[in-house]
């Protein structure tokens, strides 16, 4: 039997941080069914803006929900009258008006290498009837090319509109699932067409993480810093190594 681990939560408190940051004594799983009901809400009415994470501070009187996504302008509408709608519909009909809501929204600085922001853009293309196996090879490309040292996808369903139902899954590069402290980002989502549901799972490797992360803001941080920052890098002179010669023995 295949003992399979969610990417994830194997590698928590390892190199990742948990997305929901408080803490409550009594009230549990009140708080932890409205942080669901919270992230379900989210990524259904906003499922073009490629949401990548969602994370959830909350404190005595107010949470603060930051969400990080390759698309900020869906979410954030004209003027920021989408944000006051959700705002407004978590606050009355999620929370019941117990805590005040404030929604940060955040840009992914590398959308190539997320796995949901994949993984959305491959059900986006599977129910508009594109053939899943140029779906894969793309979304693999656009993978590799962004930076990610290794993918791996795997759909299930009816594929194709077939009658029988089956596994179809493509690699490229390396994903090693077993090492903690490897970078890995994985995510599931359902497409909906007319023949049934077909499951999307992604996996990109990303490098060597040592110490801790978070999802939030290794994400939001612009990608002309890191640029820059290469760029300083790959512009650095030379160091010179000079060998110090001994004094001749009297």
Known sequence: MGHKVHPKIHRTQVIYTWDSKWFSKDDYAKCAKQ??????????????????????????????????????GFIIGRGGQGLDEVRKYIERKLLQMSLKVKINVQEVADPARSAAVIAQAAVSDIERRLPFRRVMKQSIDRAMKGGALGVKIKMSGRLNGVEIARTEM?????????????????????????????????????????????????????????????????????????RKQSAPAA
Request: charged content about 35%; overall charge positive; proline content about 5%.
């Open 35 to 72: 942080d669901v009901e919270i992230r379900a809400y989210l990524e259904k009415k906003f499922k073009d803006a490629h949401i990548d994470a969602i994370s959830v501070e909350r404190g005595p009187k107010n949470m603060t929900v930051t969400i990080a996504a390759a698309k900020p």
């Open 170 to 242: 493509l690699s490229a590069g390396k994903v090693p699932l077993i090492t903690l402290r490897s970078d890995v980002d994985y995510s599931w989502k359902e497409a909906h067409t007319m023949y049934g549901k077909i499951g999307i799972k992604v996996w990109v490797y990303r490098g060597q993480v040592f110490g801790r992360k978070d999802d939030i803001q290794a994400e939001a941080t612009p990608a002309s810093t890191k640029r820059d920052e290469s760029e300083k890098r790959t512009n650095r002179a030379p160091r010179q190594r000079t």
